[in-house]
């Protein structure tokens, strides 16, 4: 089945830019989701990419799509305590019901 | 005020136990998503409606049943809960072409069986 993966844990220093990283396996999605969680709070919509695109960038927040390895990720330039939340990967395919999260990414902004 | 509540927030309770999970939204939106949350395993859906009267399972249905009263409530029941039904419980709502809308979640509730 359909199937997105990403690493559990992120740490970086305040100022520094992150990468977060998924893997996803359906070769059929259609948009390509990020999603913010803070602690005690559902998760955020942060940005989202088409399938047919490359990049896309939003003030802090860059989104790579490599569509023939099924990769996407999420740089956040200039990286604030405030960033510190768990980044979730999301796909879905148009017409259907079905969002597949990933795990989620624990990213921890060091002072 | 938040468009998406969900009560309650926490709730502890024993094993056989019947629990109702209560979600509401002010969006207007048709469609309503429970997922729940587990540490390492991402969001998986239990239950979604596209409206009133159109009631679907997802993947992890069993064990669960779901109400859609009106169009801004959706209702999550555990008939007798189980410990591994401990997890973090989220509602959501979307509206517009499905698979390429946003979801809007709820803050969660979190469901302890002990």
């Known amino acids: 089945g359909e199937d997105v993966e990403q690493s559990l844990f992120l740490s970086v220093r305040e100022g520094d830019s992150s990468v977060i990283n998924c893997t996803y396996t359906?070769?059929?999605?259609?948009?390509l989701y990020w999603y913010k969680q803070e602690p005690g709070a559902g998760l955020q919509l942060l940005t989202y990419?088409?399938?047919?695109?490359d990049m896309k960038q939003d003030q802090r927040l860059t989104v790579l799509l490599n569509k023939k390895d099924k990769h996407l990720s999420l740089r956040i330039a200039d990286t604030q305590t405030g960033d510190s939340a768990i980044y979730f990967c999301?796909?879905?395919?148009?017409?259907?019901?079905?969002?597949?999260f990933g795990t989620g990414t624990r990213l921890k902004v060091l002072a | 005020d938040a468009d998406v509540t969900q009560t309650p927030r926490n709730r502890i309770t024993k094993t056989g136990k019947r629990i109702m999970l209560e979600c509401s939204q002010t969006?207007?939106?048709?469609?309503m998503y429970w997922y729940r949350q587990d540490p390492g395993l991402g969001l998986r859906l239990i239950y979604y409606?596209?409206?009133?009267?159109?009631?679907n399972k997802g993947e992890i249905s069993d064990g669960y049943s779901v109400s859609r009263q009106a169009q801004a409530k959706f209702s999550l029941s555990l008939e007798s809960a189980i410990p591994n039904q401990t997890a973090l419980y989220f509602c959501?709502?979307?509206?517009?072409?499905?698979?390429?809308?946003?979801?809007?979640f709820g803050p969660g509730t979190r469901l302890t069986v002990l």
């Open positions: 409606s596209f409206d009133v009267k159109d009631i």
């Open positions: 959501a709502t979307s509206v517009g072409v499905p698979g390429t809308d946003t979801q809007y």
């Open positions: 359906d070769s059929s999605s259609t948009y």
């Open positions: 969006k207007g939106h048709d469609r």
């Open positions: 999301a796909e879905s395919t148009s017409g259907t019901y079905k969002y597949i």
């Open positions: 990419i088409f399938s047919n695109m």
